[in-house]
């Protein structure tokens, strides 16, 4: 089966920029993750998805992020504006609805924030 | 909130040694799902092992083992038979079966194989 897909793979802007990444999960995945890692830390989860529905966006900085996943499908992260302390790797991962089943993650976007 | 400790930011092992890796968590639910993930340099994270709480048999999968302690509320990965392969951040997660089905993640610990 095809993995989550993730795009674009590097990005870098410049401070009070727009970003946004997109996600592709593995197909028939109801559940989806964002998560912000910065260098050297473990996944900080920003925003969780079941379907098209939100679960856990308690750590997203809503001032600058938003997210959406449209159709319960792929989804799209943005950030606006950028502050350099968002420069990290951007995570995407998808999962079946249980709590059995593990994550599948993508192979997350850099940002750089100049 | 559930929280995941990984105490060892760095470890290092001799090719073909064995090593083991810490985790402790802290939860007040009875029944969860640990993991052990690996993300190499530059590469996207993949799943190591999982455990089920309301198992007492220790998980494996092939060179790599749990010793999976619930009162203790310890979770610890050993790896035997080290391979140049298995240097990379190594991250203890716990998932929660309440509403959500939330991931926690530890802060990694980094491996290094030496030839």
């Known amino acids: 089966e095809a993995g989550v897909a993730q795009s674009p793979r590097y990005k870098i802007i410049e401070k009070r920029q727009s970003v946004a990444f997109w996600c592709n999960p593995i197909s028939g995945h109801a559940t989806l993750y964002w998560y912000q890692q910065i260098l050297g830390q473990g996944p900080k989860l920003l925003i969780q998805?079941?379907?098209?529905?939100?679960?856990?966006d308690s750590q997203l900085p809503k001032d600058r992020f938003s997210a959406e996943r449209l159709k319960g499908v792929d989804s799209t992260l943005k950030i606006q504006p950028a502050k350099l302390e968002d420069s990290a790797v951007y995570l995407c991962a998808s999962s079946w609805g249980g709590p059995s089943y593990e994550q599948y993650f993508g192979p997350g976007t850099r940002l750089t924030v100049t | 909130a559930q929280t995941v400790t990984q105490s060892q930011p760095e470890m290092s092992v001799q090719e073909a040694e064995t090593v083991t890796l810490s985790c402790t968590y802290d939860t007040s639910e009875s029944d969860y799902y640990l993991f052990w993930y690996k993300q190499p340099p530059s590469r996207q994270m993949i799943l190591v092992i999982r455990?089920?709480?309301?198992?007492?048999q220790n998980a494996t999968e092939n060179r790599f083992s749990v010793n999976f302690q619930k009162a203790a509320k310890s979770f610890s990965l050993k790896i035997s038979d080290s391979q140049l392969g298995d240097a990379a951040m190594y991250f203890c997660?716990?998932?929660?079966?309440?509403?959500?089905?939330?991931?926690?993640f530890g802060t990694g610990t980094s491996l290094t194989v030496i030839p």
């Open positions: 998805f079941q379907n098209n529905g939100v679960v856990d």
């Open positions: 997660a716990y998932r929660s079966t309440n509403t959500g089905n939330q991931f926690y």
């Open positions: 455990q089920e709480a309301y198992k007492q």
